[in-house]
């Protein structure tokens, strides 16, 4: 093998390395991304029915009000 050759093997074996090294960690955020997502999703949901709940009492409070100013 020539000199040059021996240095784009080195090369391109580098490259690879470099790669596998990003991929993992692409792949690693993508899992936390994944997670936070899901959390996210959960605690939207929560607070969706925290709201409705919510937005239900001041119809309830609102009717009384109504009702006592008559």
């Keep these: 093998m020539t000199e040059l050759e ?3 093997l080195s090369a ?8 596998s090294q990003r991929l993992d960690e ?11 997502c899901g ?3 959960r605690d ?6 925290q709201v409705m709940h919510l937005s239900q009492q ?3 409070l609102s009717g009384q ?5 008559r």
Excluded at 65 to 69: A, E, P
């Design 6 to 8: 021996t240095q784009l």
């Design 12 to 19: 391109l074996e580098q490259l690879q390395q470099d790669y």
């Design 26 to 36: 692409w792949e690693s955020a993508f899992g936390e991304l994944r997670t936070i």
């Design 39 to 41: 959390l996210m999703q």
């Design 44 to 49: 939207n949901e929560r607070l969706s029915g």
């Design 58 to 60: 001041v119809e309830r």
């Design 65 to 69: 009000l109504s009702r006592l100013s």
